[in-house]
């Protein structure tokens, strides 16, 4: 069954509006969650790193105001994509980690901004 | 030079054929892999797991490390259409943030 639940998979909004994908661990208390984006015919780019209870980690080049993230509990992150654009439209995908465990992820969401 | 090379392909085989699927990196420090199967407009599925050097099988599918050459396999046996897929290694250090470097991925396509 599935171990990372993420919501939700497609929505298609407005620009200038405020989007949020929730990300749940299902089988775990998950030590760590990842948020990526994911552009067609590429890899995964790592945007961001959470730990339950202290301010995400983003990685060089992420705007952290435009992409905020908060790790509410041990199985619940959500990514916040603010004032979104066009350009902000994209393929994103969390995954849980539990110590030295491989990381599982979620279906995805696409995010279509008009 | 990337820290983990996969050839993108595609890869077109036909139904029943063995597939060979290679990730070669740099990073000696590198002690955990992985192998993902991306469907399109999915999320990566795990396929294989791996620490160190050595062999793995699971079912028709059999994972390979190689430290001293820094080479991953993954071996597909009786390849099936619903392995069309794009296969994605990944690979970790030990004791870091569980931070993942990804190879670019390679498409497979088997045709029935």
């Known amino acids: 069954g599935a171990v990372v639940s993420q919501h939700p998979s497609w929505v298609i909004c407005k620009s200038g509006t405020s989007v949020k994908i929730e990300c749940r661990s299902l089988?775990?208390?998950?030590?760590?969650m990842f948020w990526y984006r994911q552009f067609p015919k590429q890899s995964l780019m790592l945007m961001a790193t959470?730990?339950?209870?202290?301010?995400?980690?983003?990685e060089q080049g992420v705007e952290k105001d435009k992409f905020l993230i908060n790790h509410a509990s041990l199985t619940l992150s959500t990514l916040t994509v603010t004032s979104a654009h066009p350009e902000d439209s994209s393929f994103y995908i969390c995954?849980?980690?539990?110590?030295?465990?491989?990381?599982?992820f979620g279906d995805g969401t696409r995010l279509s901004i008009l | 030079q990337k820290e983990v090379e996969q050839d993108p392909g595609p890869l077109s085989v036909p139904e029943g054929a063995i597939v060979s699927l290679n990730c070669t990196y740099s990073?000696?420090?590198?002690?955990?892999f992985m192998w993902y199967r991306q469907y399109s407009r999915k999320g990566p599925e795990l396929l294989m797991y791996?620490?160190?050097?050595g062999n793995k099988e699971d079912g028709r599918f059999t994972a390979q490390v190689d430290k001293s050459s820094k080479y991953i396999s993954l071996f597909i046996r009786d390849s099936q259409p619903s392995d069309s897929a794009t296969y994605l290694c990944?690979?970790?250090?030990?004791?870091?943030?569980?931070?993942?470097?990804f190879g670019q991925g390679t498409t497979l396509q088997v045709k029935p």
């Open positions: 990944a690979m970790k250090e030990t004791g870091n943030t569980g931070k993942l470097i």
């Open positions: 089988d775990f208390q998950a030590t760590t």
């Open positions: 995954s849980v980690l539990r110590y030295d465990q491989p990381q599982h």
């Open positions: 791996t620490y160190s050097s």
């Open positions: 959470s730990n339950e209870g202290s301010k995400a980690t983003y």
């Open positions: 990073n000696s420090a590198f002690q955990y």
